[in-house]
């Protein structure tokens, strides 16, 4: 996912768009997405093959006063049980991050689980479920372990309707010593 440059600093793009070798006759979509501001400039390409179960999207943001770039390289491919996904986002200083994981549906929603990696080389461990009953009423939570097995954050969330009324509960909890725990959620593409 690109962010349209808003603030002073350099924002990190998510871009994803690896070339795939598809078959003849595959059904493939491209669509290409320019920002630019006085700062910034951006681009973002997403690919889709319905034939093969195959979404990429890659980017690519340049600072204009700096030429400082960011790109992003991004892949979901659909599977019998749900889909696998894969990001690696590179930031100008040439420090990399990298996701892998697997989304997998279940009777009333999903589960999702993966591992990441730091631009400092730290390991952590992603883990995440929603879920909806035929009533409205729902559930998501994530969580964010170290390499050595301990949570580094989580956060739930569930939702009840009953008589017309709405009722969210929230809980999050964090690591003491922990100021930012990096980021749960699957990537989009």
């Keep these: 996912m690109i962010k349209t440059p808003s603030k002073a600093r350099l924002l990190l793009v998510s871009i994803t768009a690896l070339a795939l070798a598809a078959p003849l006759g595959a059904q493939e979509k491209t669509r290409t997405k320019t920002y630019e501001s006085d700062r910034y400039t951006a681009t973002q390409t997403t690919t889709v093959n319905r034939d093969t179960g195959t979404a990429t999207r890659t980017g690519v943001a340049t600072n204009r006063q700096t030429g400082n770039t960011a790109t992003s390289i991004g892949v979901r491919q659909r599977t019998d049980t749900g889909s696998t996904v894969s ?58 372990t170290s390499s050595a097995g301990d949570t580094l954050a989580s956060r739930s969330r569930v939702t009840t309707r009953s008589n017309g009324m709405v009722s969210n509960t929230v809980t999050r909890s964090r690591a003491e010593g922990v100021s930012r725990p990096p980021r749960a959620r699957r990537p989009r593409g």
Excluded: H, I, K
């Design 87 to 144: 990001l690696t986002q590179t930031g100008p200083q040439g420090r990399t991050r990298n996701l892998v994981g697997e989304r997998v549906r279940t009777d009333d929603g999903l589960t999702f689980s993966g591992t990441a990696t730091g631009r400092g080389g730290q390991s952590y461990g992603l883990a995440g479920s929603r879920s909806r009953d035929g009533q409205g009423n729902s559930q998501a939570s994530q969580s964010v």
